[in-house]
Structure formats: C-alpha cells, structure tokens
C-alpha cells in the first residue's frame, strides 16, 4: 500500500514539473511595477550605465530624473538580486523576450517552492502528512500567491513569499539553537526579504521575542546574544548593501524615505476595517480563507505563546502599515498584495481552527467551509485575469457582487492551451531553472541540522549579493549615464505625487461611491494639496485634477 502511495506521489510530481514548465511561462511586462523591478538586470548586466531611460521610455513620457542626474528607479533592487540567476541563463539566447520569460518563470518558482516550507512548517505543529498538503493548497488557491505566480509573475510577492517562508521554517526549526551560524543565516534571509520590501523588516519579532523569552526564564541576559545580535545584523545589512549602493549612487543619500505612507496622525479603526473588509481587495471578500487564518491564531496562544505572537506581531503590524498606504491594495491589485508575504502564518492559523474543531462531522464541515472559500477566491482570479473584474477600479460590495454575477459565463471561456509555446532548448534551460530553485530550496531546508549546509548557503548568498553589488558600482560610477538638463523630466518630488495620484484617485473614489464624506474630503484635500515642481509635472497635476473632477460628477 505505502509502495503504491509512493508511486502515486512521484506521478503526481512529474506531472505537476511539465505542468508547470509548459504553463507557467509568460512574456507579460507590465509598467511600472514590472519595469522597475526587472529593469535593473538589463541596465546592469546588458546597457551597464545605469542608465533606465530606454526601458521607461517604452511604457511613459512622465520619466523623473534625480538631483544627481539619474533616471529615477525607486523600486527595490532586491528581486533583481535572485533573478540575476535566471537573466544570465536566458543571455544564451541574446533576446530580450526570452530574458522576461526566464524571468518571469523563475519568480514563479520561487512563489511555488514557498509551499514546501509552509507545508514543513505545519508538520512542525504535529499536523498530519495529508491535512498538511490540503491546507497548503487551500493557502496557494485562495491567496493571492496563484494570481501572483501565474498571471503576473514579474513581481516581489513570489519572492517575499519564499524568503519569509523560509525564514520563519528555519527560526521555528532552530528554535532554542544557540548558535552564531543560525543567527546568521536568518539575518542574510531576512535582509535579502527586506531588500525586496521594506515592511519584512517586521519579521524579526520572532527573534526579539525569543530573546525576551529566554531572559525571562533564566531571569538574565545571556552574553550569548551580543554575539548573536552582531553577527544578525552583519548579514542583514550585508544582504541590504544594495539598497545602499543604488541610494548613494542614485540620489546621493544611503537611505531615502518612500512618499506613498501617510501621517501616522490619519490613523484610524476604519482604516485598518478597510484592508481587511473593503470590497476594494479587502481581505474578507477577495481572499476570505486567509480571514480564517487570522482567527485561527488566537487559538494557538496558550499552546506556544512567543510563536503565535510573534506571528500575530507581525500580521498586525503589516496591517497596521498597509492600513496607512495612500492605495492599500497598492493600486492595480488582486486582493491585498502585500500580505503575501505572510502565507506561512495564515496557514499555520487554518491549522489551528482545524486542531480546535473535535468532532468529525464539524471538521467536514471546515474543509466543505474552506473549499467554497478558495473556489471563490478562484473564481475572481480568472475573472480579474480576463480583465472581467477591474483590478483598479474601486467597487462598491454591489458593485463588486453584481460584476461576479454578471460575467459569471466568462468563467467557462478558459483556453486549455499554454499562453506561450517555446522550443526544446528553451523549455532544457527552464527545467535547469527549476532544479537550481530547488536546490536552493533544499539547501535552505538541510542548513537546519547541518552546519555545512549554513556555510555553503550563506556563501551563495553572500556572493550573490556582492556580484551585484559590483554591477551596480561598475555600472554606476564608472559608466554612468546622467541628465543634467532637467527639462522634460519630473523632479523626485514630482515623480512620486505623479504616482501618489494613482493611490489618491482610487480613495477618493471609493469614498464617494460609500458616501464617507469625512475620508473622501480628507483624501481629496490630500490630493488637492499635493505640490508640483517643475512645468511637466504641473501640467500633469491639472490635466489629472480636471479628469477626476469629470469622474466624479
């Protein structure tokens, strides 16, 4: 019987790598997200003057230009990092379409791949073998990892995904180890994590409160953790040194602020209320079975307090934040985005509803529960990929529903066939960039017990980092490419009011549709405030005040 299970798995397995090696490819680019992270491997790897002028300008006119001379980028440098792998496989081909692909392909692995370590991490709470696998799929489907790994994979979703995925596997697995190697390869994840976004910064609570734990039970600070706290931070700044390298090189400063948070004196219930119940991609109605997930924590308190804190720590905090973003859902969006990062933790919190449930019939029920609630996250995803449900536009719960309803037949027009076909030689290098995610997949899981596997795994990433860095100093001092007339171009001020817009339009919208007169005159007298430097972007400003004042009439 188990001999037969096995083979099943291993069919299973082959079945799904040619399912995904013939799917999941895509030449989507899209702007800007997709330009601004991918754009810094053709600029330092092919053009190498940090020069992102003949990318942008492909997709706008409205292209900002820093102090210093340079094409403004403030996208993080941080995926480009891992894809830098997948790029310089596909320069065997000498064409950027293929480039993209690989690309493209490859941080789809990496949001597949992080469903290893949250089906490992729920074995680690004595969830068994098959109840694992299904709550894994239940946190994939019904998330928005699937939209972000098939649909619009040139993203930081897949790759934030898999790095506090793997972070947060690796403290639980480690937990207690004192050990300076174990502090230093959770700091070179967690800072490769925040490279990409800033808010994983939030994912060292599990080992503050670790600390704090274990003072409070031997009623002393062990010396132990100056060291340990050292050695995390070397490798957490080493892994964010190319964030600092672009900020010097880019705007002369080694940290600049981002402009799409607002004043932290705007805080309010109802604003945190939206990321998790708005129709505009709030948590409930997009993704509900991450809402379970949320509840579920609660429950895991008494059993391992530090650990399902630190996971409702981080949860919170990442709401709390997002709640404060001009555009939560981060404008053009499925669901809220920037949760994905927390994938782990939701499905940790499903398993808790689960183990809390005792009778048979009601943990049925849970799985029926569970199953409709994908199946509706599902439903939206092919909707909002056919561009039947607008990902941008702000509905109303009416609204949202009635579109559903309305392009309900939409859901059976799903073509069967690959987006793209490729040649042999291509789909060999993709298959090649499967087996390297999985290998670094693997490696990451052995650097649990083996001490030799943490060397070898912090070397990868440790001189992948300093690989890039040199691009970026090669590229950036040596064959720079500046603008000195600043004519035609937005100033960094303008460049990102050009882009707070976005955000504002979509609130102020959304307010009006509701009839919250208080937010949307708030969010409107935000809009209206915004202050432009240079004539483009003043020109810009009033041409984009007059087309939302015709919207909202």
């Not at 990318?55 to 006119?61: A, E, F, G, Q």
């Not at 109303?396 to 027009?413: A, D, K, Q, Y």
Request: proline share 2%; hydrophobic share 50%; with cysteine.
């Amino acid at each position: 019987m188990k001999t037969t299970k096995n083979k099943l798995a291993k069919i299973f397995y082959v079945l799904a790598f040619f399912f995904i090696i013939l799917y999941f490819p895509t030449s989507l680019w899209h702007f800007p997200d997709g330009i601004g992270y991918y754009s810094y491997l053709p600029v330092l790897f092919v053009l190498k003057n940090y020069d992102f002028m003949p990318l942008y300008k492909l997709y706008t006119h409205n292209i900002g230009v820093s102090d210093r001379g340079f094409v403004i980028n403030d996208f993080s440098c941080g995926c480009a990092v891992l894809w830098s792998v997948a790029y310089l496989i596909s320069r065997i081909f000498e064409s950027g379409q293929i480039s993209i692909i690989f690309v493209n392909f490859f941080s789809s692995l990496f949001g597949i791949f992080s469903l290893y370590f949250v089906y490992k991490t729920l074995l680690l709470f004595k969830i068994n073998n098959l109840l694992s696998k299904v709550i894994t799929l239940f946190v994939f489907v019904g998330s928005p990892l699937l939209f972000y790994c098939y649909v619009v994979p040139q993203n930081p979703h897949t790759m934030t995904a898999f790095l506090c995925s793997a972070y947060l596997y690796f403290w639980l697995s480690t937990l207690k180890q004192k050990r300076l190697s174990r502090w230093f390869v959770l700091g070179t994840i967690l800072g490769l994590a925040t490279l990409i976004r800033e808010q994983e910064v939030l994912f060292v609570f599990p080992l503050v409160l670790e600390i704090f734990e274990d003072v409070f039970t031997y009623k002393k600070f062990d010396k132990f953790y100056f060291k340990a706290i050292c050695v995390f931070m070397s490798a957490f700044l080493l892994a964010l040194s190319a964030y600092f390298l672009n900020s010097l090189i880019m705007f002369g400063k080694i940290i600049v602020p981002k402009g799409y948070t607002i004043s932290l004196k705007q805080l309010s219930f109802s604003s945190v209320f939206d990321v998790l119940f708005s129709s505009y991609h709030g948590i409930f109605w997009w993704t509900p079975i991450l809402f379970v997930g949320i509840l579920g924590l609660f429950l895991g308190i008494k059993e391992k307090l530090v650990v399902f804190v630190s996971f409702i720590l981080i949860l919170f905090s990442e709401i709390f934040l997002i709640s404060l973003v001009v555009s939560p859902a981060g404008g053009w969006s499925f669901g809220i985005r920037y949760l994905t990062d927390c994938l782990l933790i939701f499905a940790v919190g499903i398993a808790q509803v689960y183990s809390f449930l005792k009778s048979s019939k009601a943990k049925y029920v849970f799985f029926i529960i569970c199953s409709i609630l994908c199946l509706w996250t599902v439903i939206l995803l092919i909707l909002s990929a056919k561009n039947s449900i607008s990902l941008i536009e702000p509905y109303t719960v009416s609204e949202f529903i009635n579109v559903v309803i309305n392009n309900f037949g939409n859901l059976f027009r799903i073509k069967v066939l690959p987006r793209i076909v490729l040649d042999t030689e291509k789909y060999f290098f993709m298959s090649i960039l499967f087996i390297i995610c999985f290998c670094f997949t693997k490696l990451i899981y052995s650097a649990i017990s083996s001490n030799t596997s943490r060397i070898l795994l912090s070397t990868v990433l440790i001189s992948l980092i300093i690989f890039f860095n040199f691009k970026i100093i090669n590229a950036g001092i040596f064959n720079r490419i500046v603008y000195r007339y600043y004519k035609g171009f937005l100033s960094f001020n303008d460049y990102k009011n050009y882009y707070l817009l976005a955000g504002l339009r979509v609130r102020v919208k959304y307010y009006k549709k509701t009839g919250n007169k208080k937010k949307y005159q708030f969010y409107f007298n935000m809009l209206k405030n915004l202050k432009f430097e240079t004539e483009k972007g003043k020109i810009l400003y009033k041409s984009f005040i007059e087309y939302l004042e015709k919207e909202l009439t």
